[in-house]
């Protein structure tokens, strides 16, 4: 299978496995991931997940021999996962998060290695980013006369400097970890086998916070993104609001009185 889970008590550990691939997205993979987030989003008892890949490499994009033929119909759906793609075309969209109705649960990268084209997408739908001091991030699809549909138009120019994004997305050239924690794409750079220990220490920290209340801020910062301040601070309202109405809200604060930790319970 292209795509190995882990649970650990509430974070779930996804990996990107076709190292003799360099975790290449073909059909399968993007099936299995769809499913993937699917199935977090609606389990209780997971919190935090964390994207990674296997052997040195996060993820090299689509497959260029299994995925883009099928998506510009050079072949036909020869494959169950074939067959599930052409019959239902937003699950490639929910495999790289690109909708923002996918999960309000939190999603951590841990880029091992190269993030590129696919992968560098898939990156950037995420919340927060751990990269590999030899990490390096780039967006190729116009080198090949392709177009990066996972999100990177929208997403890039929020998340970068406008110019900077601009020189990724036409250019199509590499740029380092460094280079991507300098303009805050990153969060941290730590060394190779740094990289998992890393995320997981983020997703723990999260983990152990008010659920409810975590997932909440997360869609409305989501939902107030590119928004005029008036309708931001009513979305921001909305949403946030019931969470003081919550048994998480009322455990917080009694837990902080009795100076022990919070017992959440996601209610």
Do not use: Y
């Given at each position: 299978m292209p795509l190995r889970q882990e649970r650990r008590e509430t974070v779930l550990i996804l990996t990107l496995d076709?190292?003799?691939?360099?975790?290449?997205?073909?059909?399968e993979t993007l099936v299995e991931l769809a499913e993937a987030w699917t199935a977090f989003d609606a389990d209780p008892d997971l919190r935090v997940a964390i994207i990674t890949?296997?052997?040195?490499?996060f993820c090299s994009g689509a497959d260029l021999g299994r995925l883009i033929p099928l998506m510009t119909g050079a072949r036909p759906p020869e494959t169950p996962a074939d067959h599930k793609l052409k019959d239902n075309p937003r699950m490639q969209g929910v495999a790289l998060l690109r909708g923002n109705d996918i999960t309000?649960?939190?999603?951590?990268?841990?880029?091992?290695?190269?993030?590129?084209?696919?992968?560098?997408?898939?990156?950037?739908?995420?919340d927060l980013r751990v990269a590999s001091e030899n990490a390096v991030f780039a967006?190729?699809?116009?080198?090949?006369?392709?177009?990066?549909?996972?999100?990177?138009?929208?997403?890039?120019?929020?998340?970068?400097?406008?110019?900077?994004?601009?020189?990724?997305?036409?250019?199509?050239?590499?740029?380092?970890?460094?280079?991507m924690e300098r303009h805050g794409l990153v969060n941290r750079v730590v060394p190779?086998?740094?990289?998992?220990?890393?995320?997981?220490?983020?997703?723990?920290?999260?983990a152990a916070n008010g659920p409810l209340a975590v997932q909440a801020i997360k869609r409305s910062a989501l939902a107030c993104s590119g928004r005029p301040l008036p309708e931001a601070?009513?979305?921001?309202?909305?949403?946030?609001n019931p969470i003081f109405r919550t048994e998480d809200a009322v455990e917080g604060p009694r837990a902080f009185m009795e100076k022990r930790p919070p017992a959440f319970k996601g209610k």
């Open positions: 076709r190292p003799e691939a360099r975790n290449a997205l073909d059909p890949g296997s052997g040195n490499t309000n649960k939190p999603i951590i990268a841990a880029v091992n290695g190269h993030a590129i084209a696919g992968g560098m997408e898939l990156m950037q739908a995420t967006l190729q699809e116009a080198k090949w006369g392709l177009f990066p549909v996972g999100g990177s138009t929208v997403r890039l120019p929020r998340q970068l400097p406008w110019a900077i994004a601009m020189e990724v997305l036409l250019t199509g050239g590499k740029m380092s970890a460094q280079d190779p086998d740094q990289v998992l220990p890393a995320a997981l220490e983020l997703a723990e920290k999260i601070l009513a979305t921001e309202a909305e949403i946030g």
